[in-house]
């Protein structure tokens, strides 16, 4: 195993320590429940904003805690559910007049941890909202879901709701608008490696030197189906062929494109997929109003990438362009 | 090779037609220099800033241009240093009353691209400064190298001109600053596995299942030494304990903190990297003033990382805090 890593059960709590010393004043740091929540949380005049998941796709959820965008995440070890108490505890230490919403992706582990997290906060009196997200369209199940998978697409969720909480919206505006960007959001991704997680120490599947798994989960599920590896642009036509179709989008709509990267593979090749996208998506009618290229929801190591659409509308794009700020960043 | 490519000849040229269709409006990209310029350049009230270098180390450089940063690069191909055609077409473009600076990262093919593409511009009457960046302490010479190398650090010197230039600094103050900020930075990083250079399609270097090499540069030179792999605080250890008295940083001194991933490394590996530097410093009485925790600097898709050090005085922590805009970006 070629990582940097220590003691591998050790691996979360050392990186969420990481992250607290470098985010010494907007971030606070609750080690028993693996809680990285805003330094300012609760704010009594917004909705408080939460996302779980397992570890291991960072910068999702903890690396986007930060002014209108989470106010807390309280992920599980590396590819694991929290533990509902996470979620509950959590759900107490951010509960704001306005209420809590919850963001899960669509994993059973994770349904069920946030539906009894919820339960228990409820019981405390606590207004809690739960908005699930599933943008992955490569399969209907999955080996951990019912129903289509949450991805990358959920950073828009996120994105959305988060600005809108800033601007004062209550639960159920949140809920609206968060159902909204989720229904007009498709993803779907390609592994090129598998990913190692360090508690592991050798890969979690095999794939063959000249093959990729199209469709992959981003826990390094089976997607679609395993074929051999294509040059990048025809990789991206049939990322695309998925995709558009399912919403549909259609000529004419304005969209923002994602191309996110799965953790091991550089940003130099996410341009060039993103390159290819744009220029199809043009080809289709479809603007690019906004882009993102970046890691945003990665898979541990795995060399890979996915493609996300979200259909714009004036309400979506000016909460995708409000400001926003979290510990992943550049200057 | 398991990469997101077409045509290995094609990978510069096509990735910055990515960056250009992304940000059709901040940037300018002309394909015969692989020059990528702000829209708004060059400005009569500023020095325009370059930097050239090969492709393969992005985000750096071509995806720092921006407000506050760079006004252009004109990178080589992958690895490879600029044509001078490539550093006199550029200056001329983006020549500004107030001058040009060109900054060098030293490694020897950068430093002879730049030095005859300066004489060339002014012949042409363009005022122009250089400054070489040799933050690497792991090697006094190397293989492409007369003294120290440049790499990560550079990031701080072009944060600090790039602010500086806004605030309206002529030339020769833009050189006391870089020349400043060059002197307080340094670095050293180390490879856990080598990398992949599309146009050779197969790895550039071997390195075994157990080893890394401490030291490397971001073309994946040698460094100090080739030794077994060791625990990521043992690293860290490592690496600080040739940065920390090179300067040296001294108890009581204040510092910006990079953790630089060369590529194919996790961001949830470098903040478990940070919290040990972090750590670290503290107990030597060093305080982490400023943190930088992404990919700046990288060699393709190696799996490894760098740290980098800068002491901060009032001024250096001033211009590091100034706003800044570029390509590489979250939201």
Do not use: W
């Amino acid at each position: 195993m070629k990582k940097f890593v220590n003691d591998p059960k050790r691996f979360v709590p050392e990186m969420l320590e990481g992250l607290a010393l470098a985010n010494p004043d907007t971030l606070t740091y609750v080690p028993e429940f693996n809680l990285v929540m805003r330094a300012d949380a609760p704010r009594e005049d917004k909705v408080s904003i939460v996302q779980g998941s397992g570890s291991g796709h960072e910068p999702a959820h903890v690396m986007v805690v930060g002014k209108g965008m989470l106010d807390a995440a309280c992920p599980g070890d590396v590819f694991a559910a929290p533990p509902m108490d996470y979620v509950y505890e959590t759900a107490k230490r951010v509960a704001s007049p306005k209420g809590v919403l919850l963001l899960v992706n669509n994993y059973t582990g994770d349904r069920m941890a946030f539906d009894m997290g919820r339960e228990m906060a409820e019981a405390d009196g606590i207004r809690v909202g739960v908005l699930t997200i599933d943008d992955d369209v490569s399969v209907k199940d999955s080996t951990y879901t019912v129903g289509r998978r949450g991805v990358a697409g959920n950073f828009f969720v996120i994105k959305a709701v988060g600005a809108a909480a800033e601007q004062g919206a209550d639960l159920d505006e949140l809920l609206r608008i968060g159902e909204k960007v989720n229904s007009v959001t498709r993803t779907m991704g390609v592994a090129l490696t598998a990913c190692t997680p360090p508690a592991k120490g050798s890969p979690l599947f095999e794939l063959g030197e000249g093959e990729m798994e199209v469709g992959v989960g981003i826990h390094g599920e089976p997607g679609r189906e395993r074929r051999e590896l294509q040059a990048a642009d025809a990789i991206v036509d049939d990322l695309l062929e998925a995709i558009v179709p399912d919403l549909p989008y259609r000529s004419g709509d304005r969209v923002a494109l994602m191309v996110n990267g799965l953790g091991g593979t550089p940003i130099s090749e996410l341009y060039l997929l993103y390159r290819r996208a744009h220029q199809q998506l043009a080809g289709r009618g479809i603007t690019v109003g906004r882009s993102y290229v970046n890691e945003y929801c990665t898979s541990l190591d795995m060399a890979g990438a996915s493609l996300t659409l979200v259909r714009l509308d004036d309400e979506v794009e000016a909460l995708l362009a409000a400001p926003a700020e979290a510990a992943v960043r550049v200057f």
